[in-house]
């Protein structure tokens, strides 16, 4: 699968116009299963009928499907999408909260196990949600990048927010779906692939990367060893050729969180560990969390 990258995207890129390339580029990091996470409606769950017809669903998903709907108050709604090599995220999926109903996108036509294993990280992320994992994220109230208007502030910190956000709980469901038959191995390699090739094309180009951007990197590379250990020698020397700040980052946090994980009946803990991570990182004031207790941001 070749590279996201364009490397004449590359040649165009300077001062300002710098930061839609470290947009696009977190956006290519985003792992397959990353989930926008809003407001739970406040209704009393119950039994919905899924989203699709299961067709040739294993029983696996079915069953995957059937908790997630009757966790959740708002019916589950599945699109699927053929995947495109040359686009960017091409091989991921994304779950939207609504007030009417949770939307599920995914690709399909990778492999049956892949594609599987894909939604049924969705599904996890809907589990999780019902739950009280992953209630909410944004840009904190008043935080603007110097010289860019607040939307474009909030767009280009989003892949940010969506990577401290999921860290942990990706991790979790990698787990969780390990033990219910799925193949998780099938996305994090797949994301280790695209994303170590794509960051390492952005290294040979020598490109200064502003400070902010060089946090982001280092969290988006934490959570990618946190998910696939393997990685991490790797992870090193690419660190290693980006900026000395991306790795002295990353392995700080790497030393913080040695052992910290997320555990399935415990949603309270795992957001105290993702704001720690958060502040951490240094996106304290930048990104805003919010707690699944009192439903506040902070």
């Not at 001062?15 to 580029?25: A, D, E, H, Q, T």
């Not at 994304?94 to 196990?113: C, F, L, M, P």
């Not at 999780?128 to 904190?140: E, T, Y």
Request: proline letters at 6%; a positive charge.
């Amino acid at each position: 699968m070749k590279s996201l990258i364009n490397p004449s995207l590359l040649r165009a890129i300077d001062g300002r116009n710098f930061w839609p390339y470290i947009y696009l580029v977190l956006l290519l990091l985003a792992t397959p299963g990353v989930s926008q996470t809003h407001d739970k409606p406040n209704a009393h769950p119950g039994p919905k009928e899924p989203g699709r017809e299961n067709g040739n669903r294993s029983l696996a998903l079915q069953k995957l499907l059937r908790e997630a709907q009757n966790g959740s108050s708002v019916h589950i709604r599945i699109e699927t999408y053929t995947t495109d090599p040359s686009k960017l995220a091409a091989f991921q999926g994304q779950t939207r909260y609504g007030t009417d109903e949770i939307e599920i996108d995914v690709a399909s036509g990778v492999s049956k196990s892949y594609d599987e294993a894909l939604l049924a990280h969705e599904l996890f992320h809907v589990v999780l949600h019902n739950k009280g994992f992953n209630p909410g994220v944004k840009l904190a109230p008043g935080y603007v990048i110097p010289g860019l208007s607040t939307p474009d502030t909030d767009r280009f910190l989003a892949p940010i927010g969506t990577w401290v956000n999921s860290c942990f709980p990706d991790e979790l469901i990698d787990r969780e779906t390990a033990k219910r038959g799925f193949k998780p191995a099938l996305l994090t390699d797949l994301q280790a692939q695209e994303t170590l090739t794509g960051m390492k094309e952005l290294g040979d180009q020598r490109i200064s990367i502003s400070e902010l951007a060089q946090r982001g990197y280092a969290v988006s590379l934490f959570c990618l060893g946190l998910r696939r250990p393997s990685s991490i020698q790797a992870i090193d020397k690419l660190a290693d050729v980006l900026s000395p700040e991306i790795a002295k980052t990353e392995r700080a946090l790497r030393r913080q969180f040695a052992g910290s994980r997320c555990h399935f009946n415990d949603p309270k803990s795992c957001y105290a560990l993702t704001v720690r991570l958060r502040d951490a990182a240094r996106f304290e004031g930048i990104i805003a969390l919010k707690n699944p207790s009192t439903s506040n941001w902070q």
